[in-house]
T-cell receptor, first 113, second 116 residues
Framework: GESVGLHLPTLSVQEGDNSIINCAYS??????FIWYKQESGKGPQFIID?????DKRQGQRVTVLLNKTVKHLSLQIAATQPGDSAVYFC????????????FGKGTMLLVSP | GAVVSQHPSRVICKSGTSVKIECRSL??????MFWYRQFPKQSLMLMAT?????????EQGVEKDKFLINHASLTLSTLTVTSAHPEDSSFYIC????????????FGNGTRLTVT
């Protein structure tokens, strides 16, 4: 969903379920995408990245899917655990080198035991 | 690897005073560091890009005289909030580039600034 005002979209799941967090990015020229996890009071933690020449990449319990046609990115978390509860941000990089990242609005994931 | 340390994690100061926040890359050299600001329930907003040995590049709308950035070495960048006001209260986060442009940015754990 889209964020409205100061309210983060929230995804609530049960422990053990699979979670899918979505992100729409803005620039068709972006070539590099990253998912970050941010726990309360902490900085963003790298989860997984993907380049624009790929459409899928898998990590441990996580999969990122990239659909360049519709400028859409998703993060799939398998067997979600309470420790996965956090805010998840997608970020896109526009250009090469040390070009800065642009962060999406974020999605709060709440995992119930 | 690629650990970024930020200090302090939390600071409270009075209006009109200045506060310095440090960002260190612990196990790598960072020619470029970035400073972000984050308000509650919002995303990270880039404030400035800090390059070792040169002046920082500030994003539009960020006052360079208020947010002083110094990147004097390859492992340390500092952000000084000068003449702080309550509206400067926020969560400030730094990140550092490892030198491999194909790698993600790594972030510090942020500094919660409260100006009273």
């Amino acid at each position: 969903g889209e964020s409205v005002g100061l309210h983060l979209p929230t995804l609530s799941v049960q422990e053990g379920d699979n979670s899918i967090i979505n992100c729409a990015y803005s620039n068709s020229a972006s070539d590099y995408f990253i998912w970050y996890k941010q726990e309360s009071g902490k900085g963003p933690q790298f989860i997984i990245d993907i380049r624009s020449n790929m459409d899928k990449r898998q990590g441990q319990r996580v999969t990122v899917l990239l659909n360049k046609t519709v400028k859409h990115l998703s993060l799939q978390i398998a067997a979600t655990q309470p420790g996965d509860s956090a805010v998840y941000f997608c970020a896109e990089r526009q250009g090469s080198g040390y070009s800065t990242l642009t962060f999406g609005k974020g999605t709060m994931l709440l995992v119930s035991p | 690897g690629a650990v970024v340390s930020q200090h302090p994690s939390r600071v409270i100061c009075k209006s009109g005073t200045s506060v310095k926040i440090e960002c260190r890359s612990l196990d790598f050299q960072a020619t470029t560091m970035f400073w972000y600001r984050q308000f509650p329930k919002q995303s990270l907003m880039l404030m400035a890009t800090s390059n070792e040995g040169s002046k920082a590049t500030y994003e539009q709308g960020v006052e360079k005289d208020k947010f002083l950035i110094n990147h004097a070495s390859l492992t340390l960048s500092t952000l000084t909030v000068t003449s702080a006001h309550p509206e400067d209260s926020s969560f400030y986060i730094c990140s550092a580039a490892t030198g491999d442009t194909n790698s993600p940015l790594h972030f510090g754990n942020g500094t919660r600034l409260t100006v009273t």
